[in-house]
């Protein structure tokens, strides 16, 4: 096998072991490990800026970098002084109005229905047309996909599945600009993204235990949450 045809190593920018500043994706003149891929992935570098030739695409892009930058205060001050402005709800409207998208697809979780009312009208009042669905929207029972009642969150009555392929073709259906996401279940969350046609976006991720904050067991590794260093066997 050529080196040309080599695949590239696979990237690690997780652990990489090189100080942010100095690293090449930082830094014009910067360092980069041996499975870098803004060094070694050279084929998928020139495959993107193909895919950015796309005015739609070009323009997403733009926007969502402006948006990026509009986040934070104090950038005149330099590096070392900006600090954030904004709420991800008040980012979300702003690039959607950047966009100039007009209907917004709001694809939320039951648990999250009072929150998913006052999102509602945030967009609305901000002018944009907005539909909604939910996750039980279709009304199949569990049952239809092979549950045990005694695998249901209610054992003793009729529950209806999660449906997020649902929620992604009515929202193609409608033909919504942009989904906003929040509260889906793990997997339902994959599901929806997959079947979706919309660019999508997540407001909020679903964590029943930590109050949809699901970065508080990743701050509290090292002390309450110091169970999850060690493999977790069902």
Do not use: W
């Not at 529950?159 to 992604?168: D, K, T």
């Not at 964590?207 to 949450?225: C, E, G, K, V």
């Amino acid at each position: 096998m050529s080196k040309e045809s080599r695949p590239a190593p696979l990237p690690t920018c997780a652990v990489c072991s090189i100080e942010v500043p100095d690293r090449f994706c930082r830094n014009e003149k910067g360092h980069a490990p041996s499975n870098c891929p803004s060094t070694r992935s050279l084929d998928i570098v020139k495959e993107t800026l193909e895919i950015l030739k796309d005015p739609e695409v070009m323009e997403v892009v733009r926007q969502a970098s402006i948006q990026e930058g509009e986040a934070y205060g104090d950038r005149d001050k330099g590096y070392a002084y900006i600090r954030p402005i904004k709420p991800r709800i008040q980012e979300t409207i702003e690039f959607a109005q950047k966009m100039k998208f007009q209907r917004i697809c709001l694809v939320f979780c039951i648990g999250m229905r009072k929150e998913a009312e006052i999102i509602n009208k945030i967009f609305t009042d901000n002018g944009f047309e907005t539909i909604s669905v939910m996750c039980k929207a279709g009304a199949i029972s569990k049952e239809e996909i092979g549950l045990l009642r005694e695998q249901q969150i209610d054992p003793t009555s009729f529950e209806a599945m999660c449906n997020p392929i649902l929620q992604a073709l009515t929202s193609n259906y409608h033909k919504s600009e942009l989904n906003v996401l929040f509260g889906l279940c793990v997997g339902h969350d994959a599901l929806f993204l997959k079947y979706a046609k919309a660019y999508n976006t997540v407001l909020a991720s679903k964590d029943r235990l930590l109050a949809h904050n699901p970065l508080a067991a990743i701050y509290q590794y090292d002390s309450y949450y110091r169970y999850l260093k060690n493999p977790l066997v069902e």
